[in-house]
């Protein structure tokens, strides 16, 4: 058998059994859908920081392995939103060249107790797990002026709004769906909730005007 025959016949192989997997394993199955739409809000400059988010989604939720991570630059908490699913640690670390600290006060919905990690130098970071669904206000009390916002969620199907107001929530399984808003500033951007249907293969649009009612 020469060279060329047996090169055509080894192509031949692999097309005829990339052909026979399932569409699932080569990343093609269209098995699920995707939500996406425009977030306006009145009252506040942009809808910038919004969360748009899926409440509960079925199955075993798993957290990632690698940690999240907040930094603190500039006297900012980086990012001012942090999303992440149930059972995520988050990595603190301080990118400037003061102390920083980082705690935060029991949270109104009762996830959380009041902790207070510590304080540390430029380059220094703590680590924290974060095992319950709920919203922790981020602060420092070497500098009063600061403040950020971890959201924990129950599954990774969220988005965090720009400021030219679109989201999108790929990867989502079929199913109908509570869609929920978050703002860091509740009192001027009121929670709403939109029950969404995800149909395999598809897109789901759904627009949300937001509002202190």
């Known amino acids: 058998m020469n060279q ?11 097309f005829c059994l990339s052909s026979s997997l399932p569409r699932a394993v080569l990343g093609q199955d269209g098995s699920t859908g995707a939500i996406k739409g425009e ?3 009145t009252g506040v400059r942009s809808p910038e920081d919004v969360v748009v988010y899926i409440q509960n ?22 990012p001012h939103v942090l999303v992440v699913v149930k059972g995520t640690t988050v ?9 920083h600290n980082i705690f935060w006060p029991a949270p109104d919905d009762g996830s959380y107790a009041a902790n207070n990690l510590g304080t540390w130098g430029q380059g220094d970071s703590k680590n924290f797990t974060f095992d319950k669904v709920g919203h922790v206000v981020l602060l420092c009390n070497v500098h009063a002026e600061m403040e950020g916002h971890l959201l924990v969620v129950q599954n990774p199907y969220f988005a965090v709004v720009k ?12 199913g109908t769906y509570n869609l929920v808003t978050f703002y860091p500033q509740p009192k001027k951007l009121k929670s709403k909730t939109i029950a969404v249907a995800v149909e395999a293969g598809k897109t789901a649009t759904q627009d949300i005007e937001l509002g202190r009612r």
């Open 4 to 14: 060329r025959v047996f090169f055509t016949g080894i192509v031949l192989a692999i």
């Open 39 to 41: 977030v306006t809000a």
């Open 57 to 78: 989604a079925a199955g075993e939720q798993k957290p990632p392995a690698q940690p999240a991570k907040m930094d603190q630059k500039k006297l900012t908490f980086v």
């Open 91 to 99: 990595q603190f670390q301080n990118g400037d060249s003061v102390l």
């Open 163 to 174: 400021k030219e107001g679109a989201y999108e929530i790929k990867d989502v399984p079929p």
